[in-house]
């Protein structure tokens, strides 16, 4: 029997332990919150389309019925490789014969730490609502103010990195601000609101096609949204973003370019690129000790192109049913098979029910996209009230024209 550490209750680390859960073997799962979140709709929760519970599930609940599973609410501060220890904030110690590591990233300011201050990056369901807050109290403050200079500072919305979760929320907040709000304010008009979309290179969303990219830009442009390619964020202040081109007064500034690994894999003092992710053997285990696997964000693991594979939640959950099968089989390192990564396609939602992806050999977008956009974000989603309350509540924002209540949960 082998003791089994989880670092991580995201998809990689639950991916894996619903796979490895049914064998000979003590799982301690390790997180610093209490449930999984759907990472993939969080941007939905920070624009008031679905609520904090829609997207997350108790991650105890999942695993209430295996007895050699054991959660522990705690932030992982150490990791001890010789004696084979992960030590906890609160100085306690746990022993493991095998670690997991599954801690996904966050976001990069490029050596400008200072920038995180005056902006919101979107990592987890706080910043979801601290999101969601700032955005609903601007046009709160916009309609209270009698100058129009300042008004125009809390009707400015800036998004800053063009993949895709800044065109998620750039697109989410344009039909917040220009269709959803229509006619409720009385001393401003929705079309006075702009919504910023910043990236540094040529296109957004530049994994996918030009094809592609050229029609999400299309859609957003058709929605309200300004987009700035080639152009270069250099400074973030309080209320302004300078660019190499020029700078925009605005109250909100959403965050979402370059990503970090977790500094937990600096700890393990093995091979990082330089996105600070472990660089991986082809079992997914770290270079020099094979009793310790990252899986998913904080990885890099180089595919059949050549290149690393990106930081999707469909990797993390395939590496974490691969490394959860050769430990639920106690297959020996000579004997495993490589992971290979099976491509399905990737999908990025525009708004307006509108998306874009590829699916196989083929590029689809617009509504057929976000239809199976739609479906395959349903299919993923852990628990069936969840699914249930999601569809539901995309069904009235379709057929109705009726979004999530926009309420404002904090005074401060």
Not at 105 to 131: H, Q, R, T, V
Not at 215 to 223: F, I, T, V
């Amino acid at each position: 029997m082998s003791k089994i550490v989880i670092i991580g209750g995201g998809f990689g680390g639950l991916s894996f332990l619903q796979t490895a859960r049914k064998s000979n073997n003590e799982f301690t799962l390790i997180d610093k919150t209490n449930h999984h979140l759907f990472q993939p709709l969080l941007y939905q929760v920070a624009t008031a389309v679905l609520s904090p519970a829609d997207i997350t599930v108790p991650i105890r609940n999942l695993f209430k019925n295996d007895n050699n599973v054991k959660i522990t609410l705690g932030e992982v501060v150490d990791i001890r490789r010789e004696k084979k220890q992960v030590v906890l904030k609160n100085d306690d110690v746990i022993d493991y014969d095998q670690l997991i590591i599954s801690t996904g990233a966050s976001y990069s300011y490029f050596g400008n730490e200072d920038w995180g201050k005056y902006s919101n990056g979107l990592k987890n369901i706080n910043d979801a609502l601290d999101i969601r807050d700032k955005i609903l109290k601007a046009f709160e403050k916009a309609e209270n103010e009698t100058d129009k200079k300042k008004q125009k500072k809390y009707l400015n919305f800036v998004v800053i990195g063009g993949g895709p979760t800044g065109v998620e929320v750039a697109g989410s907040i344009a039909e917040i601000a220009f269709k959803d709000i229509n006619k409720e304010y009385r001393n401003f008009n929705s079309n006075d609101s702009n919504v910023y979309l910043i990236e540094a290179g040529s296109n957004i969303l530049p994994s996918y096609s030009s094809k592609l990219s050229n029609k999400a830009s299309k859609y957003l442009k058709k929605m309200g949204v300004e987009i700035k390619i080639n152009e270069k964020v250099e400074d973030i202040e309080d209320m302004l973003v300078t660019t190499d081109k020029g700078k925009i007064e605005s109250d909100n500034i959403i965050w979402a370019a370059g990503n970090k690994a977790s500094s937990l894999i600096e700890l393990l003092d093995t091979e990082m690129d330089a996105e600070g992710r472990a660089i991986i053997n082809q079992d997914c285990s770290i270079k020099k000790d094979d009793s310790i696997y990252v899986i998913g964000d904080a990885a890099n693991f180089i595919g059949v192109n050549g290149e690393p594979l990106p930081g999707i939640a469909p990797v993390a959950i395939q590496q974490g049913k691969y490394v959860g099968f050769n430990t639920k089989k106690n297959i020996s390192k000579e004997n495993r098979k490589p992971f290979k990564y099976r491509d399905k396609g990737m999908m990025a939602t525009i708004g307006g029910f509108k998306a874009i992806g590829v699916v196989g050999k083929f590029e689809i977008s617009g509504f057929i996209a976000w239809l199976f956009w739609s479906l395959i974000h349903l299919v993923y989603l852990i628990g069936y009230k969840s699914k249930f309350v999601v569809a539901i509540e995309w069904i009235f924002a379709f057929f109705f024209n009726k979004r999530g209540t926009r309420l404002i949960y904090r005074n401060n």
